[in-house]
């Protein structure tokens, strides 16, 4: 596996949309995370290859891609004048789905998880919304360990590609 030794920029946005605060790290993952989401800057990074390696890393993880939907492709479809690189990956492992539906089935909402990665600027962005945010709503102790793990084992493979 390759690996990219690239400056990171990690920006992060709060639940509430105005608050933005922008990290910047050489060689280092961002570990400064807000309580919705994530979100990596890859400096010079290629989009295909973000998400080969991307796809690699969910793979080793027991994560599969169960949709990957091109936002670019169908906004252009439906005769919109959009020229940006946006895709949503939707991944699940399914082990950890049975766990989480077997304790509470309107957890279910939640799923799949969502990886966003897209390009703004000539720069590869990928980014997800927390796990741990979303099961939170639930209100059961038991989910959220289970979304503790899936996250952190998420933002590995996100880190993988940097």
């Known amino acids: 596996m390759q690996s990219r030794n690239n400056d ?12 933005k605060q922008e990290f910047k ?62 895709v949503i990956l939707e991944v699940c492992n399914p082990q950890e789905a049975a766990r989480v539906l077997s304790e509470n089935l309107l957890a279910g909402y939640f799923l799949p998880c969502k990886i966003v990665v897209y390009k703004e600027n000539e720069t590869t962005k990928i980014g997800m919304p927390k796990p741990t945010m979303l099961i939170s709503m639930m209100n059961n102790e038991q989910l959220e360990h289970l979304a503790e793990d899936i996250e952190k084992r998420l933002i590995s493979c996100i880190n993988e590609c940097k």
């Open 25 to 86: 790290y050489s060689s280092q993952a961002c570990i400064h995370l807000t309580q919705l989401s994530i979100l990596y800057k890859l400096d010079l990074a290629e989009m295909n290859e973000t998400m080969e390696i991307l796809e690699e890393s969910l793979k080793r993880e027991g994560f599969g891609v169960l949709w990957k939907f091109s936002v670019t492709e169908k906004l252009q479809e439906k005769g919109f004048d959009f020229q940006t690189p946006f």
């Open 8 to 19: 990171i920029q990690c920006i992060l946005a709060g639940t509430s949309g105005s608050f």
